[in-house]
């Protein structure tokens, strides 16, 4: 049996903790359901749960694990907060530039355009996480002063901060793509799996950015950082 993924552990974890304060059994599927229709405002299955459900589901397990937690009890708040103003929320779409030749601008809303000013907390910490355990601080800052003239990156909106963080993973995939063809190259983590069926024998740039994300310690890009004021 293969053992459980690291957010399915602290999941069970926790629920193991919320049935010991409160005398429930463990084994109580109808009691850890509930639970989740109280975080999501729904039923579904821990199997299906997205980054965002988890983000709730934490947090509502934190609140019945001690509910004089204020750190969990202000995260909850910002999450009925969020949830509420996107419910609430009716985009404007801006149409832009015609797509293509005799074709009509846009009509449905981007992912920005979906999104309100009232930011959903877990997804903050997310990228914030992605962004400082891969990359170089020194590689971030440059590209933040780059894109958006700020060197203070944790400071970006959700949008921005989306965008910084895409930016910074084509360039680590061009960098990967690259490094596994360089015998030379230092900084590759050992033991990447191979995808089943691979044509070229090698993991994927998903499965090293997996690796790398796992051990915590960012390959040095910094050698790619173009001269001042040469284009990014």
Not at 64 to 77: F, S, Y
Not at 189 to 205: D, E, I, Q
Request: aromatic share 8%; glycine share 6%.
């Amino acid at each position: 049996m293969s053992p459980l993924p690291p957010v399915r552990r602290k999941y069970f974890l926790m629920w193991k903790a919320v049935c010991a304060r409160w005398g429930w059994r463990t084994g109580d599927n109808a009691l850890r359901h509930a639970v989740t229709v109280q975080a999501l405002g729904m039923e579904r299955s821990s199997n299906d749960f997205s980054p965002r459900d988890w983000d709730r589901i934490f947090a509502q397990l934190a609140i019945l694990q001690d509910d004089l937690d204020l750190a969990a009890q202000i995260e909850r708040i910002a999450y009925t907060q969020h949830d509420a103003a996107q419910a609430a929320h009716v985009p404007e779409v801006q149409p832009g530039k015609p797509r293509r030749q005799g074709q009509p601008a846009r009509t449905t809303p981007s992912r920005y355009e979906r999104t309100t000013r009232t930011e959903d907390p877990g997804e903050r910490r997310r990228l914030l996480w992605f962004i400082s355990r891969l990359f170089q601080p020194e590689l971030i800052r440059h590209l933040s002063v780059d894109l958006y003239d700020l060197a203070a990156w944790e400071d970006l909106d959700i949008p921005r901060l989306t965008q910084l963080r895409d930016a910074l993973r084509n360039r680590l995939s061009k960098w990967l793509t690259r490094a596994k063809l360089d015998p030379r190259a230092h900084g590759l983590p050992r033991g990447v799996p191979v995808a089943p069926g691979s044509r070229t024998g090698r993991p994927t740039n998903e499965a090293y950015i997996t690796a790398l994300l796992a051990r915590g310690i960012p390959v040095d890009m910094r050698d790619d950082l173009p001269e001042e004021g040469d284009p990014f």
